[in-house]
């Protein structure tokens, strides 16, 4: 049998069980008017100035192909939790709502929507758990990738996390994320693959223990790989640099290695001698890749005392957000039937009706953004924008992953130096409330308390 990377399952499944129960009290209490459900995240994680909203494209394809096939609806049938007129009603499931959204590499703060879901209340409630998922994780990485571009400073940064990331499907959707943060390649061959990205690796230890000699090693594989990158650490990473050295003088024109790698130990030491050495060879065009264990602390350090590193290989700290691993996000009703819908829990309280962010900017940057009603008039530029309208996508032809990249890097650019920094903002970047929402937030809270 072909092996396959999961058992099977249907699509519609993707859910957790309490969407199903209440899809049925919603079809036994005949309840279908129109909710608004919006997503956002609480509070940043402190090591966030801005999150950088992703995986909305995988959130639209998922809306537009939502069915309940045969196989979907026979084991729910097994559950004994629900009747035949439902499951039957389960056939014709489909999401016919609106969507509004930020676009992809949008910075975003705590509180703002990242989207608003407008939906008959069954079909707006059911798809909850899978717009988080994606929402979630997509986030999470781009903001942290975003942390590392930052750092790097122009300098390429290569996804290495496949290996250790949580599985495999989200070693894909973290290859898609970083390249929306400005990440430059990804060793994920499928990920390239599937979303046309650059693809980047070297050379394993392995293949040098291999042989015999460090030097055999490097002159077998710049002979199959001419242009390739030489991983030089093995056993001692400068006499590795002079290896490279003499096989340049062996070559002479042939000689065409465009780096070495240096993978463990005192980069900043290691990376100064390697230049050192490198240049008094005159082979000034070979360029010096890191990695190991990296993070965006790290690389910010080691370019601040000098090291003369071109590019960054990134895998952990990267493909697991390992100092932010999760965000406070949600998914919450804040209208239905045409009015606005409160929760006071202490900590979770909501916002009603819907929404828009204003960005208010001042010669280019942004200075404070302004949460308001969607029908507010205030100053600032809108950044929610509708991407679903009757279920179905309002652009024929979906935004591609270098548009994303591309609107992430100008809309990153134009935060202030504070709020795109390392280190907490001080202050933080301001949300202010429109003076019509704060009505509707305490009219309704008054009406809740009477």
């Known amino acids: 049998m072909p092996y396959t990377i999961s058992p099977a399952f249907s699509p519609a499944l993707l859910t957790d069980l309490y969407e199903l129960t209440m899809l049925q009290a919603y079809f036994v209490e005949r309840m279908s008017d129109t909710a608004v459900f919006s ?25 537009e192909q939502l069915r309940f096939d045969q196989p979907a609806l026979e084991y729910l049938e097994s559950l004994g939790r629900f ?11 489909r999401f016919t709502g609106d969507v509004y959204a930020v676009p992809e590499g949008t910075p975003v703060f705590a509180d703002e929507p990242l989207l608003e879901i407008e939906a008959p209340i069954a079909e707006a409630q059911f798809v909850e758990t899978f717009v988080m998922n994606q929402i979630h994780l997509q986030t999470l990485l781009a903001s942290k990738a975003a942390r590392v571009v930052e750092a790097a400073r122009g300098r390429q940064v290569v996804d290495f996390g496949m290996r250790r990331i949580h599985g495999i499907d989200a070693a894909m959707k973290a290859a898609r994320a970083f390249h929306i943060a400005g990440v430059h390649g990804t060793s994920n061959v499928a990920a390239g693959q599937a979303y046309g990205l650059s693809v980047s690796g070297t050379q394993a230890h ?4 291999a042989h015999d000699a460090e030097a055999d090693a490097f002159r077998a594989f ?18 590795g640099v002079r290896q490279v050295v003499e096989l340049a003088r062996e070559l002479r024109d042939a000689f065409r290695v465009r780096a070495i790698r240096l993978d463990s130990g005192d980069l900043l030491a290691l990376a100064s001698g390697a230049r050192r050495l490198l240049d008094d060879a005159g082979l000034h065009s070979v360029r010096i890749f890191a990695s190991g264990s990296l993070n965006e602390e790290q690389i910010d350090r080691l370019l601040s005392a000098g090291a003369p590193i071109d590019a960054f290989g990134v895998g952990t700290d990267m493909g697991v957000s390992r100092d932010a691993p999760s965000l406070d996000i949600v998914y919450k009703l ?55 309208v009757n279920g179905r996508r309002c652009r024929t032809a979906p935004i591609t992953l270098d548009e994303a990249r591309a609107h992430a890097s100008g809309e990153i650019g134009r935060l ?5 920094a390392l280190l907490p903002s001080d202050p933080p970047y301001r949300v202010d409330l429109s003076p019509a929402l704060a009505r509707d937030r305490d009219r309704l809270e008054r009406a809740h308390e009477a």
């Open 83 to 93: 009747s035949r007129p439902f499951l039957r009603s389960l056939e014709q499931f």
């Open 206 to 209: 392995s293949y040098i223990q």
């Open 222 to 239: 710049a002979r199959l790989y001419p242009d390739t990158v030489l991983l030089v650490d093995t056993y001692d990473t400068l006499e």
């Open 334 to 388: 804040v209208e239905y039937a045409g009015h606005g819908r409160l929760k006071l829990s202490p900590g979770k309280s909501l916002l009603p009706g819907r929404k828009q962010i204003f960005r208010v900017e001042r010669d280019g940057t942004a200075d404070h953004d302004i949460l308001g009603r969607r029908d507010d008039a205030v100053a600032g530029r809108p950044l929610l924008e509708q991407v679903m």
């Open 416 to 420: 202030p130096a504070r709020v795109r």
């Open 39 to 63: 997503l956002f995240v609480r509070r940043l994680p402190p090591q966030r100035n801005f999150l950088l909203a992703c995986g909305l494209d995988d959130v639209l394809s998922y809306l």
